[in-house]
Structures are given as C-alpha cells and as structure tokens.
C-alpha cells in the first residue's frame, strides 16, 4: 500500500470509530467508558499468556495507561481514548506495502515463491541453491481470469479463495501476479509474520496482520473497518471466508461472513462520495491441492475435538522449515499440479456480474444494485439487512466452490479406500475405524479398482453437468492410472503414507489422511445410491450423526 | 414517507387481492391493481371504486415500492417474471400463497428464481380471518429473513385492527401454509366417510408433525411449527380456501376423481400440487410423510381412501415424536 493511502487511512479510520462509538453513546446504545473498559479487560487477559516478554511488557503500559487515563477522563477525552485505542490497533494491521521490494521479487520471476519458501531458513536458501523449486509447470491458473482482470478495471475485487494451507496465500499471491494483477492485499494470521524473514515480505507483498487471540470486539471493529477503507480506497483484498484453514480437508461450507460484508459497507460509502466507479466485487476462487502440507496436523486436530478444533494452530508443518521445503520440492518433482481456479464474480449482494460489471437478474436482466442499499431515498448502511445480503453471497461462493473445485487423484484413491473399509466394518462409528482400524484392514486392490471406477464415472457425469473440475488424470485416466498416481502421491510426503501397495493388496497405513483427502468429495453426494452415510454433517465442520 | 402518500401494487385479481385492496385502501395506501385477464379487471375496477385497475404490470408498478403477488403458488414465477421488467432491490413483494410449484419450490424461491428482488415476505397463519371483515383481532404472520419487509407490513395495517406477528423463518411459514391445506384434503376425505372427530384430529395432528419435519429438514425452524403459522393456523373455524380443500377431499372420497372434484370448486385447490410434489420429495430426501404420501395417492386413484386413512390412522405415534426431535 502506498505510505500516503496508509497514512489516510489510518487517520480516516480513527475518525470513523470514534463517530460512530459516539454516535451509538449519544443514542444510548452504546457506553464510552464500557467500550474501553472491554477492550482494558480482553487485552490485559490475553496479555497474561503472552510469552514475549518485551511485548507483554510495552502492551501492558500502554493498556494500564489507558485504564489510568480513563478514569478521570470526561465523556469527550473517552472518545478520545477510544482513537487512541484505535489507533494503536489499526497500526499493528496495517501492512505496509513497498512497491519496490514487490518489483524486486517480482523481476526475480518464477523463483518467487522459492525465494518465499527459503525465506523460512536463510541458511537452506544457500545451501538449495541453485536447485530452488519453482513453480513453473506446477501451478494452473485457469477459470475466469479474463472476466477477473476485467473487474479489476472495474471497481474494487474481493478475491474470496478456499483456505486448506499456509501456503494458500503465497500461491495466491503468485497466481495474482501470473495474472497480471497488481498485488491484493489480504489478512494473515500474526503466527505466520513471527519469521522476521518471510514477515517481511508478506508484509511488502501486500499482507495485513489479523491476531486471532484478540477478542476485543473493538479490534474486530477496527479490523474491519480496516478492510472497509482499502476497499474504498480501491485496494483489491483477498480474504479466506473460512477464517481459518479447513480443518476437515473438505470444502468450505459455512463461511464466515463478518470481512466478506465489508464489501457492502464500502459500496455504500462509494456511493455516498459519488466516486466514479463505486462498485465492489466479490470472486470466487477454489485451490486444489494433490497433497496438503498441513494434512496430518490439521486432520489430527478435526479428530481430536470434533467441533471444537482449536482456532489457531502455531506448531503445524508449516513453522518446520525443513518440511516446507521437502513438501515443495518433492511435490514439485512429480508431474504434480496445483489449480487456481478463478470463479465468476458476484456483486455484495449475490447477484453474477457480466464483464462490464453490470449486475443480472436470474433471468438476465441488468439491475441497478444501488437501489439494494437505499434507505429514504439515499444509500445507507443497514446491519440486518446487510448481513443477510452477505449471508446469501456465503451461499453463492460455496455453490462456486463445489462447482471449481479439481478433484485430484489422492481424493478419489482415499475416498475409494475408505468407502470399502466403511463396508467391510458396517455399523462401526466412523471415528473408531479411523482411530483403531477396523477388523478386517486392508482391502482388495481390485476392489479398489472397481470403486474407483464407479466413482470415475459419477464425477465425469457431474463434471459434464458443470458440477466440478476434473484434475487430468481423474477426468482421462484408467481407475488403475488414478491409484497409481494417488497412492505415488501419498507416498512422498507424509510421515507415514495414507495408504500403501502390497501386491494385490492395499493397506490404509493412515487412515486419518486417508480421511483428511476423501473429504475434498464430501458434498456431491457420490454414495447416494450405495447407501452409505456422508461422513461429514451438511455443515462439513463435525462429523455426520451416526456415520458409520 | 408516511402512510397516507404510499402506494402499493397487487398483481392477482382473486379474492385475496380484492380483501387485500379493502384493507389497504382503508389505511390510506394508494392501491394499484393488475390482473392478467381483461374481465376480472372490468370486474375489479366496478367493484373498487378507489383500486386504479391497470392493464401492464409495468403500471401498476409505478412509482410502488411494495408488491403483493396474490397468486397461486404454481402461477407465481410465470407473475414474477413480468414482475421483474420492473422489480428494483429496494422493493419489497409479500405473497400469500399456500403452496409450492413444481419441484416443490417453495413460494420465495419461485419469486427469486425471477427477479432481482431480495426483500421476499411470506404471509401465513390464520390470514383467512381477515377476510372477516369485522372489527374483531385479525392476526397474520409475516416471515421474512428481512426486518424491513415485516417492518413495512406491519406498518401497512398500522390503525386497523389486524395485528402482524413477525418470524425470520420464510421457510416454515411457507411450509406449514402448504401442508396445511394438504391436511384439509385429508380431513375431508376423512369427514366424508364419516370417520369421526378423533380421526379429524389425529389427521390434523399427524399433518402438522409431518410439516414438521419436513420444514426442518428444508431448514425451517421447529418453534415456527408449535406457533401461530402452525398450531394457530389450524384452530381456527375453517373458511373459504380451507373449505374448498375439504369438499374437494370429501368428493375424492365419496368417488369421484380428481379432475371431477376440482371441477366442483372455485378457486384454486394448491394442496393437491403440494401433495403430489410433497411426495416425490418425500421419497428424494427419504423423510417418512405417510399422510401427505397417503392424500398423493389417494388424489391420483392409486389407492382406495377408506384403506389408506385406515391405515394412517393405525400409524404409531412414536413416529411423530421421532419426526420432531430428529434433523
């Protein structure tokens, strides 16, 4: 982000939380004193586990200082702690983005992402070089990238990808670039800027800091509205409407929607202003991995708390440099592939857009999407109605999802493992077998061959129906093509392969991962004539009552 | 704006809209009227002195920003698509029917599959007993995921005596209106073969329970089902739409077939396309609606009605407290 929008935004956002707090005061919804008074009392609690002592230590004075000022503080100087407050938050997000660090790593081309990687570990970028991996011949951008660019010209695009890795927002990143796009700017997690390293090129690539164990609702607000400005400001975002990674491996299907509605918000200010292109858009994109860095740390948390994972995970694949790299290097050696699928866009309000950005009707017709957000005649914010506006562009994007995603030959192979051990264990509850094994383990490689093949054939159904992607292998090969690449796959990575090959035989030797891959094809209803239960409940966050 | 200078649009020109027009037009809301045929506009416009009668929807839509489609369920995607030449997002359409369409897509979703019209009101419970026309409480319910849709209708009959109950769930207020009138065909069929008051009230109980469930699966809320758009709706003596779906269960039972019975009656009968539909998807989703798939049977002549009551009748309760508890 340039250093004059940074500083106006920042001056702009403080202004604005303090307006609207004091609004809220004056009509009696809100208190001043209680405001504060929240984010003393979420901020000194969480500062209590915080293990850096020089951070404690800064963020307390500066939290007791406030606690002091408070109390002698007139109901105008609260307001004005508020800003403060404000402030001291708004600053510890926002990136700060330096466009000349992003053309030196962009003129270093393919690289990049290497360079990111490596970034991780100085010392491996040496000793790797000169055999970095790249990315080339390993990412596919493909879908909608023209209608995309074309909306970029247009307005604003909030670029809303499905979230299973870390790695999620470098590739993103990169395939922006592919694309010709300027750099978007997204939210990480604070976790993922503790190397000082790869922090400083996120942060110079366009990454804002999200710190996921503040509670304070005042620094939710803050964040938003955050996001609000760069949006007005014509900053294209990327957020993760998932908020978190998919612990499950399927796809998203209940998004969290607070970030995504700050689109309406900053429609409705456009309009306010009269800017000359005020619209907001919102695109779906869909990664789909063969292999997931993070598989076996993410699924051993959905199975440990079913439900209650824990949000924020610190010690996964992703902080072990040496993993990172192994994973990117082997996966990059295989004829693998990652898509980047780019959906059409939509506008705040669910409605597709054509590529003049104008927004359709179901049946075609052009709508003038301001009247959305008309109250007495003029455009105003409405937080129900705006909620529900976004809630259906939650329900739109998952449509999107299942439609973009490219099914890969590990999530056929595991689906196909798994369905015949959930037979050959009927009545067994789900989470048993995958935790113990069943009584009969291995199943037949012929078998396998079969359910493949049953499988291959409801997929390229729903593939020609426009249901889903199909990866090559998946949507040409043999059954017997699509094992052998899955199981290739399983066995190059992981600590332990999901599943191995011994002689006319096949051995489910994690059958978590195994589960953690089969995932990715909850939600087509594949099974619907087999009678077999979905594994996972509609909600694809807890596993289906009495899956067995 | 104030009541006084508001204008709202009907499109449909049965007996809803003529009761709709009446209230409207006695809150002081300027009321623009379209109806498909030329002779129930004639009609309409001799019989409402102060409903400006238009020929186009394009019309009766000027310068609205309220819709009713007072339609039947299987004609109001065939009226929301005229609809949508006009239909902008700040619009807000309610409609009153108490069916589905084919595919059992439910009254909002035909509206939506149309237009660009987010702000979808569904309007439900004993609505009937505005048509009263008296002075005593006349309640409805509005269910709509939008609080200014049921803000608006509520600012509508602001003065008079009806009174608007609000729920968000669109879902199980358009649920429970249509299996409704399912459950009016069986206790026709019921009364017909002179069955008794006990089998009319295990027919209503049995009807209700399986809206239930199906309105919960649909995503629909449970307490939607125990309240007025629910319970409510069936307490109530019966009235015109209701009565019809009676005699035209009674005329199915006494012998005669579906196209005979329909003939019987005026108006439109939206429970017999709500039990078919209501079946198939019983079967697509596996959710267990033996009155609903017992009425579909009987409607087509598959069964005989005797039996298939008999048979309803004879069903343990066990199910219904499973369909309740059960997602």
Same mark, same amino acid.
């Given at each position: 982000m340039r250093q004059e929008d940074q500083e106006r935004i920042l001056t702009e956002l403080r202004s604005r939380l303090v307006r609207d707090i004091g609004q809220s005061a004056d009509k009696g919804t809100t208190r001043v004193d209680e405001v504060l008074a929240d984010s003393i009392y979420h901020e000194l609690r969480r500062l209590k586990d915080e293990h850096d002592r020089k951070t404690r230590e800064r963020e307390m004075e500066f939290w007791r200082g406030i606690q002091k000022r408070m109390r002698r503080a007139s109901d105008r100087a609260q307001l004005d702690l508020v800003g403060e407050v404000a402030s001291h938050y708004s600053r510890e997000i926002a990136g700060y983005f330096d466009m000349r660090v992003y053309r030196a790593v962009t003129r270093a081309g393919e690289p990049l992402l290497a360079m990111l990687l490596n970034a991780m570990s100085p010392k491996r970028l040496v000793q790797s070089f000169p055999h970095l991996p790249t990315l080339e011949g390993t990412l596919t951008v493909q879908g909608e990238t023209a209608h995309l660019r074309r909306l970029h010209e247009l307005g604003t695009v909030i670029l809303v990808p499905t979230h299973v890795s870390n790695m999620d927002s470098i590739i993103v990143g990169y395939a922006v670039w592919k694309m010709g796009l300027p750099p978007f700017l997204y939210g990480a997690g604070l976790n993922l800027f503790s190397n000082p390293i790869l922090g400083y090129f996120m942060r110079n690539l366009g990454a804002y800091t999200v710190d996921r164990r503040k509670t304070d609702p005042l620094y939710k607000q803050v964040l938003k509205e955050y996001a609000t400005l760069t949006l007005e400001h014509e900053y294209d975002n990327i957020f993760f409407p998932g908020g978190t990674r998919c612990r499950s491996g399927a796809i998203e299907r209940k998004l969290k929607l607070g970030l995504l509605g700050t689109g309406i918000s900053a429609y409705v200010n456009n309009l306010k202003r009269g800017k000359a292109q005020p619209k907001v858009f919102v695109v779906p994109a869909t990664l789909s991995y063969q292999l997931v860095l993070e598989a076996e740390t993410l699924i051993d948390d959905f199975l440990k708390e079913v439900g209650k994972s824990r949000y924020i995970i610190t010690d996964d694949e992703f902080s072990k440099p040496q993993r990172v790299l192994d994973f990117a290097k082997q996966l990059f050696n295989l004829d693998s592939r990652i898509f980047f699928t780019v959906g059409r866009g939509l506008d705040p309000f669910g409605n597709p857009v054509d590529d003049d950005g104008e927004s359709l009707d179901p049946r075609g017709r052009r709508v003038d999407t301001s009247r959305y957000v008309m109250l007495n005649g003029q455009p105003a914010e409405h937080e129900q109605r705006d909620a529900e506006y976004t809630r259906e562009v939650g329900n739109k994007l998952v449509e999107s999802y299942l439609e973009d995603n490219v099914v890969q030959c590990t999530n056929v192979t595991a689906r196909a493992i798994l369905t015949l051990m959930r037979r050959q264990n009927p009545g067994m509850d789900l989470v048993r077998l995958i935790r113990a094994g069943g009584k009969v383990e291995d199943v037949e490689l012929l078998a396998v061959y079969r359910e493949v093949e049953r499988l291959l054939m409801e997929l390229r159904g729903l593939a020609g129906r426009g249901g889903v992607r199909l990866g090559p292998v998946v949507d040409h090969g043999t059954a017997e093509d699509v094992v052998a690449d899955g199981l290739r796959h399983f066995a190059i990575y992981h600590t332990e392969a999901a599943a191995t090959r011994r002689g006319d035989r096949i051995f489910p030797t994690d059958r978590a991962l195994l589960f953690y891959y089969q995932? &990715? *094809?909850?939600?087509? &209803? *594949?099974?619907r004539e087999e009678g077999i239960k979905p594994a996972l409940a509609p909600d694809h966050k807890s596993l289906y009552r009495g899956a067995a | 704006m104030t009541s006084t200078t508001m204008k709202a649009t009907i499109l449909g020109g049965g007996r809803m809209a003529q009761v709709l027009s009446g209230m409207l037009l006695r809150t002081g809301v300027q009321v623009q009227l379209w109806a498909r045929r030329e002779e129930v506009r004639n009609k309409l416009a001799a019989a409402l002195k102060d409903v400006k009668v238009c020929a186009t929807v394009g019309e009766a839509c000027e310068g609205s920003r309220t819709v009713f489609l007072t339609v039947p369920a299987n004609a109001l995607a065939e009226v929301s698509a005229l609809y949508g030449d006009h239909a902008e997002g700040d619009h807000v359409v309610l409609h009153a029917a108490r069916g589905v369409a084919e595919g059992f897509v439910l009254p909002h979703q035909a509206i939506r599959s149309q237009c660009c019209v987010r702000k979808v009101g569904a309007l439900g419970g004993p609505l009937y007993t505005i048509a009263d026309g008296s002075s005593r409480p006349l309640v409805a319910v509005v269910g709509s995921r939008f609080t200014e849709t049921v803000e608006l209708a509520r600012r509508l009959v602001s003065g008079t005596s009806v009174r608007i109950h609000i729920t968000s769930d669109i879902v199980g207020v358009e649920v429970a209106g249509a299996v409704s009138n399912v459950t009016a065909l069986a206790v026709g069929m019921a009364d017909a073969l002179d069955l008794g008051e006990t089998a009319r009230g295990v027919l209503m109980t049995r009807g209700l329970s399986e809206a239930t469930r199906l309105g919960v699966r649909l995503?629909?809320?449970?307490s939607t089902f125990s309240g007025l758009a629910g319970v409510g709706d069936l307490i109530p003596r019966p009235v015109s739409s209701m009565q019809r779906h009676r005699d035209v269960g009674a005329r199915v039972a006494q012998g005669a077939t579906l196209e005979q019975a329909l003939a019987s009656v005026q108006g439109c009968v939206e429970g017999v396309l709500t039990a078919f539909e209501g079946a198939a998807l019983s079967r697509r989703l596996g959710v267990k609606l033996p009155l609903v798939c017992a009425v579909d049977q009987i409607l087509r002549g598959e069964t005989q009605p005797r039996a298939a009551l008999d048979e309803i009748l004879r069903l343990d309760i066990e199910l219904e407290r499973e369909s309740v508890s059960a997602r």
């Open positions: 995932n &990715r *094809l909850e939600g087509y &209803r *594949l099974e | 995503g629909a809320e449970l």
